[in-house]
T-cell receptor, first 116, second 110 residues
Framework: EAAVTQSPRNKVTVTGGNVTLSCRQT?????MYWYRQDTGHGLRLIHY???????QIGDVPDGYKATRTTQEDFFLLLELASPSQTSLYFC???????????????FGAGTRLSVL | GQGVEQPDNLMSVEGTFARVNCTYS??????LSWYQQREGHAPVFLSY????GLKDSGHFSTFLSRSNGYSYLLLTELQIKDSASYLC???????????FGSGTKLTVEP
């Protein structure tokens, strides 16, 4: 079973604050993703990466930066947090392209962020 | 992305079955996945389908019709513990990006 660890689990900040969410996966998966989950919208893709140094834009990237420093580590950065970014954030990893065995997303436990 | 639509809620009775529907935009389709998400927990993978027809996996079965942009997840012999949200996700424009629907909350009553 792939292990994806997110930190912190909970975070409270103020409008305009600077927040970094961390994600580490220990199965050497190629792909990593950041999603946010909000009632009525489901999971929405913010950014993703297919390897160290790579970054791809998802559906809702505005206000977010991300960086993949190593195969294992993917960070989501909110440099000027706003109340609209209050959400539950999930990191996920996936082995690679190809058939069903490589198409499973493994999720971290989530980070609940509140921007006051 | 990709217009993935699911009903918000579904109720059924223990020991019977439930069918969770999902529709999506058909252009550039590269497969469809189902995930289960219990309250307060992360989504967990259930099934992936890319070919038309019914894929029987026991307690969970999945059906896909690519020409109609339609899939369903069928849960049989329901148990109370099957109460959860069920998320449909479409792989588009390639296998590496998954777009999720908003999920269907299934409530199984005694």
């Amino acid at each position: 079973e792939a292990a994806v660890t997110q930190s912190p689990r909970n975070k409270v900040t103020v409008t305009g604050g600077n927040v970094t969410l961390s994600c580490r996966q220990t199965n050497s998966h190629n792909y990593m993703y950041w999603y946010r989950q909000d009632t009525g919208h489901g999971l929405r893709l913010i950014h993703y990466s297919y390897g160290a140094g790579n970054l791809q834009i998802g559906d809702v990237p505005d206000g977010y930066k991300a960086t993949r420093t190593t195969q294992e580590d993917f960070f989501l950065l909110l440099e000027l947090a706003s109340p609209s970014q209050t959400s539950l954030y999930f990191c996920a990893s996936k082995e690679g392209t190809g058939g069903p065995s490589q198409n499973t997303l493994y999720f971290g436990a989530g980070t609940r962020l509140s921007v006051l | 992305g990709q217009g993935v639509e699911q009903p918000d809620n579904l109720m059924s009775v223990e020991g019977t079955f439930a069918r969770v529907n999902c529709t999506y935009s058909t252009s550039g389709f590269n497969g469809l996945s189902w995930y289960q998400q219990r309250e307060g927990h992360a989504p967990v993978f259930l099934s992936y389908v890319v070919l038309d027809g019914l894929k029987d996996s026991g307690h969970f079965s999945t059906f896909l019709s690519r020409s109609n942009g339609y899939s369903y997840l069928l849960l049989t012999e329901l148990q109370i513990k099957d109460s959860a949200s069920y998320l449909c996700a479409v792989s588009w424009p390639n296998y590496n990006v998954l777009y999720f629907g908003s999920g269907t909350k299934l409530t199984v009553e005694p």
